[in-house]
């Protein structure tokens, strides 16, 4: 399954928390520019729960899908948990691989501490259940999953938590681990600076197209 060889393979965006979608533009210009279609899911992360979110997912997928023979899937951040979500309530998909960064697979430690206050709910919104707080559905290697996670340590944990080292600043390295995905690697990137990192996007391509990382 190549990127190259898949003329009618389509790559699919799913933003974090509190984002819209425009800040993956550069990871799906920078894979338009590899010869992929490109599409960005946008989903209301703080109104509705992640279950809610991952059928609505299905149904993207369902309408802007059809003539498509393979569907990649690359989630940041809580993007990441919707699509395992989703493919835990629809398994029925077409095929194709997934890459997630930064997404917190085992729970989110600062999810966690905001959760503890009244404020704190009201700005995580429904996006805690069965989602950051690390109680998803168990993965069980339905497709080729691969998780990209930072190490540079710029974002709102430090203002709130010392996080467990290495992290990108929101999540640690240890949170984006998952049983049965099939490749993990860190890189020097910030939890919102891997939008924004051509390594990303290198390390994103090779993945979906030969189910692996690039390893120096």
Known sequence: MSLN??????????HGLWMTGVDMWWLRRGMARRGCRVKQFSYPAIRCDVKQNAARLDAFLKKHGG???VIHLVGHSLGGLVIRQMFHDFPQQKPGRIVTLGTPHSGSA?????NRSRPGRLV?????????????????GVRELGVIAGTKDHGIGRAFCAL??????????????????????????????????NEVIR??????????????
């Open 5 to 14: 060889d898949n003329t009618s393979a389509l790559v699919v965006f799913v």
């Open 203 to 216: 390390q994103t391509s090779h993945f979906l197209g030969q189910g692996c990382f690039i390893r120096s």
């Open 124 to 140: 995580l919104g429904k996006s805690t259940i069965r989602g950051l707080l690390g109680d998803m559905p168990p993965w069980h």
């Open 164 to 197: 467990p080292q290495p992290n990108d600043g929101t999540v640690a390295v240890e949170e984006t681990r998952l049983p049965e995905m099939t490749d993990h690697i860190q890189l020097p990137v910030a939890h919102s600076g891997m939008l924004l990192s």
């Open 67 to 69: 003539d498509v023979e």
């Open 110 to 114: 600062i999810a966690h501490l905001f």
